[in-house]
């Protein structure tokens, strides 16, 4: 994930830099740019827009609930852990490059009110999906990896769906522990990611009202 983390880097300083210094990148005060570029721009931001809000979907929603009915509660805890780093980067990335696009086309200068708006929810979407990267996905998968271990030991963790996992650690302080600890980390991501999607929920809406079918 290294290329990805320095490729989310660098288009986010490009899109912090759109944002509050459009005018260093070719954009005008009066948001009114070249017609080939503009409608580049608009593409650009529709693409990773609408990728970042399918992934999100498909991931919260029906994904994830489909895995964890269906595979082995290490099997499926494993497995996320490979596919969370890759999905909040994606989505990150994808935030970014929108962030960008939509700064470009209504700078901060000119821009209406609900233009701002929506700049804002998209930062947040974007700020969301880093936190989760950064911080919530490496402590979750970390303190996963500690719980396995002693699930291992009581030979629990294989079971599909319904866990045993409360039934043991009502008699093993460690894993009652974990739990809580687990708990308390999975939950603070599982919000971030949640305000990530109503985030971009919100700007959907927004471009519902700006396309004509």
């Known amino acids: ?21 459009p005018e260093t990148f070719g954009s005008t005060s009066d948001g009114q740019q070249p017609p080939k570029l503009s409608t580049f721009l608009k593409l ?6 609408s990728t970042a809000f399918g992934a999100a979907l498909w991931v919260t929603f029906i994904g994830g609930i489909i895995m964890f009915k269906n595979l082995p509660r290490h099997q499926f805890g494993n497995l996320q852990s490979k596919m969370f780093p890759a999905y909040f980067a994606m989505v990150g990335a994808c ?50 990896k500690q ?22 650690a009502k008699v093993n302080p460690k894993l009652a522990a974990m739990n809580k600890k687990f708990g308390m980390i999975h939950g603070l991501s599982s919000l971030a990611n949640i305000m990530s999607f109503g985030s971009l929920a919100i700007h959907s809406w927004y471009l519902a009202g700006k396309i004509n079918l």
């Open 1 to 21: 994930m290294g290329w990805m983390s320095r490729f989310i880097a660098a288009v986010t300083f490009l899109a912090i830099g759109i944002i509050f210094s």
């Open 44 to 49: 650009a931001h529709l693409l990773c827009f």
């Open 147 to 168: 719980r396995h271990k002693v699930e291992r030991e009581e030979k629990i963790g294989e079971e599909i769906g319904w866990s045993k996992n409360v039934e043991v």
């Open 95 to 144: 935030c970014a490059v929108t962030v960008a696009c939509f700064g470009y086309l209504h700078p901060w200068k000119s821009a209406s009110t609900a233009e701002k708006y929506q700049l804002g929810f998209l930062l947040s979407a974007f700020a969301f999906n880093l936190t989760n990267l950064f911080v919530f996905t490496p402590m979750t998968i970390e303190m996963m």
